[in-house]
């Protein structure tokens, strides 16, 4: 086992809350903020889910979360740790360990398996890896999957799976090893409303058995009352570049 890991920039503090952010400004275009958050705390356990309309800039601030993006100014902590005074290289370190990242897209690996795709974390990242404090990374995987309704399709190449099914993939990869912090992009833009609410009670489920925080982003607004918490952007981003977007 590496102990690259065990960097202090790695480290995450047990009583800090899951995200802090205070006074983070980030700009892609000098001048011009797309994210100006005064203050923004979510706690430890919390579903939280987060709506704007397009352009409102809730990509950008799931990049700054998962320290994809840096802050120009201001304090980003996650789970303790100010990403904003970590190296990229550190940030991606601190990602791969402590985050779970569903994407938009899924991104999945289309010429692995279900299997490979759920334990990729795991397979990439030594500090995700003894996250499972010793636990077989198969059984694992396996035990997310059949949580997920997936376990079926476990050897299947994932390009032969259904949308629903892809999305599902994308959780439990997310979930393997039991990451402090689950972010999701609009993962249900592409399921109809039933499945939205079978994939929001699974996901809430595997948070739950996980004890992961969960931010959740969205602009379907049908989907806040199943949250502990919502979120809107528009409220809390003070960016002066996010009116001048048409929706
Ligand atoms: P949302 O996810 O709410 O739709 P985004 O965070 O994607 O919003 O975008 C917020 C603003 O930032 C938009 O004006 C968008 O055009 C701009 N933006 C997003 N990504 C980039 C980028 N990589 N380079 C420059 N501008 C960007
Ligand atoms: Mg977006």
Redesign the pocket.
Known sequence: MSLSHTAPAAASTASAPAVELQGARFA??AGRD??AIESLVIPRGETVFLH????????????LLAGVLKADQGAVRILGTDLTRLSSGERDAFRAQHLGYVFQQFNLIPYLSVRENILLPVRLDAGRRARLQGADPLRAADTLAADLDIAGALESPVTELSVGQQQRVAVARALIASPELVIC??PTSALDSDRRERFLQLLFKSCAKAGATLVF?S?DMSLQPLFARAVS?PEVNRAS??H??EN
Do not use: I, Q
Request: glycine letters at 16%; proline letters at 4%; aromatic letters at 4%.
């Open positions: 892609y275009r797309v994210v704007g309309p397009s352009g409102s800039g809730k990509t950008t601030l799931l990049g992009d609009e982003v602009h952007l570049a996010v001048l977007v």
